[in-house]
């Protein structure tokens, strides 16, 4: 299993700004993923974050609105930049560890609530 | 288009009762499901997985079932407990490390 955690836990921004968001985890992974979670939304895909490449973006995001580091193995950052309302939501990280007999099950950390003025 | 569905509007059931969940799906050929349940202000957290050659696979009170026919999954938690209540996600792997996730039905279990 993994135990990961975000920071920060929430947030409220003003329109214009941008926020960095960090995930942290227990062990080295190297499957790490982006979501945000709209209100009563399923949880979207923004991005795939692996250790020594630059991330993968889904259709619809952008590296230049969501940038993301991938320093090592146990660490991630997304940005949310030049915010606006309408990215206010929930960003969660989550990663695969890939361990024996596992293989398929994601962990995600807590969350961080994000609202925009 | 591609799309999950999941009951949207919240299942509350008494306590003791089979709560029955149902994830449909239209154009995926998912290799298999996976049920998380997300309790508020947390991440999801994984709890069960189908895979495309099995009918049905428990774990304690949970029994899921997958049928690639109908292109559906019922989830089911026998002797229900109110702490069984939460929002109840399904997913399905469309790519080598992609999911997408149904938006989820938010069990009430009463005691």
């Known amino acids: 299993s993994a135990v990961i955690s975000q920071k920060p836990s929430r947030d409220i921004c003003q329109r214009g700004t941008s926020l960095t968001i960090q995930c942290q985890v227990d062990s080295q992974v190297t499957m790490m993923f982006w979501y945000r979670q709209q209100p009563g939304q399923s949880l979207t895909l923004i991005a795939t974050?692996?250790?020594?490449?630059?991330?993968?973006?889904e259709s619809g995001f952008v590296i230049d609105k969501f940038p993301i580091s991938r320093p090592n193995l146990t660490f991630s950052t997304l940005t949310v930049s030049n915010m606006s309302p309408e990215d206010s939501s929930i960003y969660l990280c989550s990663v695969l560890p890939g361990t024996s007999g596992r293989v398929n099950e994601q962990f995600f950390g807590p969350g961080t609530r994000l609202t925009v003025l | 288009s591609q799309k999950i569905e999941q009951n949207s509007e919240a299942l509350n059931i008494q306590e003791g009762k089979t709560a029955t969940l149902t994830c449909n799906y239209t154009n995926y050929s998912p290799a298999y499901l996976q049920w998380y349940r997300q309790d508020p202000g947390r991440g999801p957290v994984f709890l069960l997985l189908i895979r495309e050659n099995e009918k049905e696979k428990r774990k304690e009170r949970l029994k899921v079932t997958f049928d690639t026919t109908l292109k559906q999954s019922l989830f089911h938690i026998t002797a229900s407990q109110p702490a069984d209540s939460a929002t109840y996600l399904c997913?399905?792997?469309?790519?080598?490390?992609?999911?997408?996730f149904g938006t989820g039905t938010r069990l009430k279990v009463l005691a």
């Open positions: 974050a692996n250790q020594g490449s630059e991330a993968t973006y």
């Open positions: 997913a399905l792997k469309t790519g080598t490390y992609k999911y997408i």
